[in-house]
């Protein structure tokens, strides 16, 4: 069976749950307020696409290709997009939830994660260089034998990060926020 391939459309509150996107490579594409709640994307390719309040909660990541993707508003619970297809990988997250979801081991460098909850979301071993986590809810999100170079972690809330774990070399913190790197300590701050 041929794949689609379908360039510069837009998709608008469409309901993929009922009736499935078409299997293939989506190049410039806008898909607006659709729900793709547990649809498996698995193989497809979305290169230069906007998700805007779309629900990709629980999707199936398997070797899907996200290429210069941009989320914002979206509602991505769950997704484990370690599945991905690593080749090409970047995606920037504008005003998503990605609670419980997981980027083990990926590569992303340069990530903008913008007003997003992160939540108990696992980036474990993920290289996060020059990233940034614009007010962010990071509670209880793992970070363990990340690489968090140069990441700006500023105006991120709720962190804890073991900088005995990770490597941290000029990523950029608050004042405030310097309490989620000594958690492991268990003492008390005060201002």
Same mark, same amino acid.
Request: aromatic share 12%; charged share 25%.
């Given at each position: 069976?041929?794949?689609?391939?379908?360039?510069?459309?837009?998709?608008?509150?469409?309901?993929?749950?009922?009736?499935?996107?078409?299997?293939?490579?989506?190049?410039?594409?806008?898909?607006? $307020? =659709? +729900?793709?709640?547990?649809?498996?994307?698995?193989?497809? *390719?979305?290169?230069?696409?906007? &998700?805007?309040? !779309? @629900? /990709?909660?629980?999707?199936?990541?398997?070797?899907?290709?996200?290429?210069?993707?941009?989320?914002?508003?979206?509602?991505?619970?769950?997704?484990?997009?370690?599945?991905?297809?690593?080749?090409?990988?970047?995606?920037?997250?504008? $005003? =998503? +939830?990605?609670?419980?979801?997981?980027?083990?081991?990926? *590569?992303?460098?340069?990530?903008? &994660?913008?007003? !997003? @909850? /992160?939540?108990?979301?696992?980036?474990?071993?993920?290289?996060?260089?020059?990233?940034?986590?614009?007010?962010?809810?990071?509670?209880?999100?793992?970070?363990?034998?990340?690489?968090?170079?140069?990441?700006?972690?500023?105006?991120?809330?709720?962190?804890?990060?073991?900088?005995?774990?990770?490597?941290? *070399?000029?990523?950029?913190?608050?004042?405030?926020?310097?309490?989620?790197?000594?958690?492991?300590?268990?003492?008390?701050?005060?201002?």
């Amino acid at each position: 069976m041929e794949e689609a391939y379908i360039e510069k459309q837009l998709f608008s509150n469409n309901n993929f749950t009922e009736s499935p996107l078409a299997a293939g490579e989506y190049d410039e594409c806008l898909f607006k $307020g =659709c +729900n793709f709640s547990e649809v498996n994307l698995s193989g497809f *390719k979305f290169i230069d696409c906007h &998700f805007e309040d !779309c @629900n /990709l909660g629980l999707i199936k990541t398997g070797k899907t290709a996200w290429r210069n993707c941009r989320f914002t508003g979206c509602k991505m619970i769950g997704v484990k997009f370690d599945d991905c297809n690593p080749i090409g990988l970047e995606m920037q997250f504008d $005003g =998503c +939830n990605l609670q419980h979801s997981s980027f083990y081991k990926l *590569k992303i460098k340069a990530t903008g &994660f913008n007003n !997003c @909850n /992160l939540t108990e979301t696992d980036f474990t071993e993920a290289d996060l260089s020059n990233s940034s986590f614009g007010e962010c809810n990071l509670l209880d999100a793992i970070f363990d034998n990340s690489i968090l170079e140069k990441a700006d972690f500023r105006t991120a809330y709720n962190y804890a990060i073991d900088p005995e774990k990770n490597r941290i *070399k000029k990523a950029k913190f608050s004042l405030a926020g310097v309490a989620g790197l000594l958690n492991k300590y268990d003492i008390s701050i005060t201002p």
